[in-house]
């Protein structure tokens, strides 16, 4: 009898979900997105990040989506379902920023975004190739520390990119254990470890919607802005799960252990925050801002204590919370590597990165734009000053990240703001960057508060870090065409945020204009 009356009951249930998802303030522009999300899927096997041989296309008779003006059709509709998604994303900034939807109301909205891609082709990158084959290695006795894929040779192989297959594995033993369980579970088949390696990332989308309106609750930003910038993003979405990027599972993993250190569990704070460098390496840098953090706790209850504004001795406590702080992060990263069975190799694969050479690096900008300009007095060309420039920036990113630290030790606020600047100082003068390690810092500028015309910027920014990169992967970076377009699109972005219909496309002005202070009204999301 139960059984009969439970059934319609959650029928109706998930009805009035569905009807209020459609009816919600940002009903329409949620819509809108799921379209842009939907359009990027279907574009996406002939617009892609594609593999060498298709047969699951050739099985339904769509290798025709791969080529010629099959391949056009395919980049256009994948472009279209881009500006589909960044159309909606801006409306429901700007519900946001009027207060009509909450970050719990934007849960559902992401997550109806997301469901699509989940059977994507990979998109704006190849990197889950070789996620896959480094995860074969381990399943099949290598170890991926010591040698690359092409050591095994096999369909997983064959779509790795060739810079890539002969580099070890510059991931850590948790990310490895990941893979190889992937690996275990489909076999070969680079379709289905495609999809469950994406599935694997959900866990860091959703620890990183979580974590974002308590950090905002901690600086003093906006939770629904912080849920809007932080992990509604296209940047985010588009290229780290249409993109299967494994930063996706370190960000979420990092924003938690960071959240959960504000929130006073600090041993359970680092202890994720050392699973996220089990995932890669950036992550670590969490883990000093972190001790600044337990340090200001400690001294906030050393004054409540004591009844006095005197504060407690710095050094102590910084050498009691670095030793408790490096006993954790030492233990939970010793059990993933016995786990895995692997050693700290990996540690000296990161100088594979090197291998990445575009402008988004200010030493790699600096040699691009010395070389040529330098190389008729000095003979040296922009190959030969790339490794001048990345040792004199890589110098310069010591101080930088030594000051930053210590100008932060003040208060656990003061700890995150320079945690948000050292991940970007990481990012611009670092060997190599690309458009999604910016995802990094976001997590942390995100919570933040921000005016409007600045949450504007910072949407303006994503946006053209998003278009820069071309969906099959290659970079935009170099052509005047992509420059211009991208950064029209990331103008437009920002100023529509905070302004209704900038174009002036609407045939009648919007019932109501912006509030002076940039917000938009309610009538013209």
Do not use: C
């Amino acid at each position: 009898m139960s059984a009969t009356t439970t059934a319609p009951a959650r029928g109706a249930d998930t009805r009035s979900r569905a009807a209020s998802f459609v009816r919600g303030p940002a009903g329409r522009p949620a819509l809108l997105g799921v379209v842009g999300s939907a359009l990027i899927t279907l574009a996406s096997p002939g617009a892609g990040s594609l593999r060498v041989t298709d047969p699951f296309l050739e099985r339904l008779n769509l290798s025709w989506m791969r080529f010629g003006h099959g391949q056009q059709l395919s980049m256009a509709l994948l472009y279209l379902g881009v500006g589909l998604m960044l159309l909606a994303w801006v409306r429901v900034g700007r519900l946001v920023l009027a207060e009509r939807i909450s970050a719990a109301g934007l849960r559902t909205t992401i997550a109806a975004w997301v469901v699509p891609m989940l059977v994507a082709s990979p998109i704006y990158s190849r990197d889950v190739y070789s996620y896959l084959a480094q995860g074969a290695l381990l399943r099949d006795g290598f170890d991926p520390y010591a040698v690359g894929p092409v050591v095994n040779p096999g369909p997983l192989l064959d779509n790795v990119s060739s810079i890539w297959s002969t580099t070890p594995a510059p991931y850590g033993p948790v990310w490895l254990l990941v893979a190889d369980g992937v690996t275990r579970i489909t076999g070969d088949s680079v379709v289905w470890g495609t999809v469950l390696i994406r599935l694997t990332m959900l866990p860091g989308l959703a620890m990183l919607v979580w974590a974002l309106p308590r950090l905002a609750g901690h600086l003093g930003g906006r939770a629904g802005a912080a849920v809007w910038l932080g992990a509604m993003n296209p940047l985010v979405l588009v290229h780290l799960v249409g993109g299967v990027h494994n930063e996706m599972l370190m960000v979420g993993l990092m924003a938690a252990g960071v959240a959960l250190a504000l929130d006073r569990e600090h041993v359970a704070g680092i202890a994720v925050i050392a699973l996220a460098v089990g995932v890669k390496a950036s992550a670590g840098l969490a883990l000093p801002f972190v001790v600044w953090i337990w340090v200001a706790h400690l001294r906030e209850q050393h004054a409540a204590r004591e009844g006095t504004s005197g504060e407690a001795p710095l050094l102590p406590l910084l050498v009691r919370t670095s030793a408790a702080g490096a006993a954790v992060f030492v233990a939970v990263f010793a059990v993933a590597s016995l786990v895995a069975g692997v050693g700290i190799g990996w540690l000296s694969a990161l100088a594979g990165s090197s291998k990445i050479v575009n402008w988004l690096s200010a030493p790699t900008a600096v040699a691009q734009l010395l070389g040529p300009s330098t190389s008729w007095l000095t003979g040296w060309g922009s190959d030969r000053l790339l490794p001048v420039t990345r040792l004199v920036f890589a110098a310069l990113l010591v101080v930088v990240l030594v000051v930053v630290w210590w100008r932060s030790r003040r208060t656990s606020t003061d700890a995150v703001r320079g945690l948000a600047v050292a991940l970007i100082a990481v990012v611009v003068l670092s060997p190599a960057a690309l458009p999604w390690y910016y995802s990094w810092p976001l997590a942390f500028l995100a919570p933040l508060a921000w005016s409007p015309r600045a949450l504007g910027v910072l949407a303006g920014v994503s946006t053209w870090l998003l278009l820069i990169f071309r969906p099959p992967g290659n970079m935009g970076l170099y052509s005047p065409f992509d420059l211009v377009v991208g950064t029209a699109v990331a103008v437009l972005v920002a100023v529509s945020l905070v302004r209704v219909d900038p174009l002036h496309l609407r045939a009648r002005p919007a019932a109501a204009e912006p509030g002076r202070d940039g917000t938009p009204a309610a009538t013209s999301a």
